[in-house]
Each structure stands twice: as structure tokens, then as C-alpha cells.
């Protein structure tokens, strides 16, 4: 089975319900994915996910070819590690520098400006997604969105 790709683009994926009256579930789309290039054996991992369906979502974890992925959130300058993450029903779920984020950790080689790193979303009850991070310089930052 193919799964899903998203380069510099937008994917959908809509799941509905089977019959007259029922939710339509999640409809995620996922935009302004990237990485800064890496300094050190760690890097972060930036993207929107976008919820226009009727049901929320949950992140539940990233996988990576590059290695160790997980999910971490920022507050008040701490950083932790959690299990997962929501994106409301009609939301968004931002992972920006500064916020909500994808670590990764003790890479076995630093990913260069140009390269891309593709990582694999994993949702309760949907099927997994692959999202291809381009490679930014290592001050980028994004003009709107992350």
C-alpha cells in the first residue's frame, strides 16, 4: 500500500462517515513543513496541521529514516517530551520554533541545507502519513504560519 507524500505542498486527507447524519471525522492537511539545518547531533522539525473535519485528531507519534523522533512542547522556556498532541476539530496544531516541535536526537548525520527529511505522522485511527521536511538554512525562519 502507497501512503500518502507531502513535499512543499498541502496533503488532505478526509476520512467520512458511513452513513446519513454521522461526523465527518478529520479532514488534516499538512503545510510549511521544514527543518533548520542541524549545528549539532540534534535538530528540530517544524509543520502545520490543519483540521477542517468535524471530529479532533491526535498526533500520536513520528517516525523518521534519520532516526529517533519525538514530540515536544515548550512552555515558559521548558521544554518536555509528551505522548501526543491534539488538532482540534475546525483547529490547527502548530509546531513552531518556540513551541510545539519534532525533536530529533543523537542524528547519525547532520541533514544540509537543500536536502530533505522525511518524517511519518501517526494519528489514532487514521493511517499514517509521510511528510518530506526541506532542509532551510539554520537561522530560517518562516515568514507566517510556524
Do not use: W
Not at 483547529?91 to 542524528?107: A, C, D, Q
Amino acid at each position: 500500500m502507497r501512503r500518502p507524500l507531502v513535499t512543499a505542498g498541502v496533503l488532505l486527507l478526509t476520512l467520512t462517515g458511513c452513513g446519513g447524519g454521522e461526523s465527518a471525522g478529520p479532514e488534516l492537511s499538512v503545510s510549511g513543513a521544514y527543518m533548520p539545518q542541524p549545528v549539532s547531533d540534534m535538530a528540530a522539525g517544524f509543520l502545520t496541521i490543519a483540521n477542517k473535519g468535524d471530529e479532533d485528531a491526535k498526533l500520536t507519534e513520528v517516525t523518521s529514516d534519520l532516526g529517533e523522533v519525538t514530540v515536544h512542547e515548550s512552555d515558559g522556556g521548558a521544554m518536555r517530551e509528551v505522548a501526543s498532541l491534539d488538532v482540534p476539530a475546525h483547529g490547527t496544531l502548530v509546531l513552531r520554533s518556540g513551541g510545539s516541535h519534532l525533536m530529533f536526537e543523537k542524528l547519525p548525520q547532520k541533514p544540509r541545507e537543500g536536502q530533505t527529511v522525511q518524517v511519518t505522522l501517526h494519528f489514532t485511527g487514521l493511517d499514517p502519513v509521510e511528510v518530506d521536511l526541506p532542509v532551510k538554512p539554520a537561522t530560517y525562519r518562516p515568514t507566517s504560519g510556524n
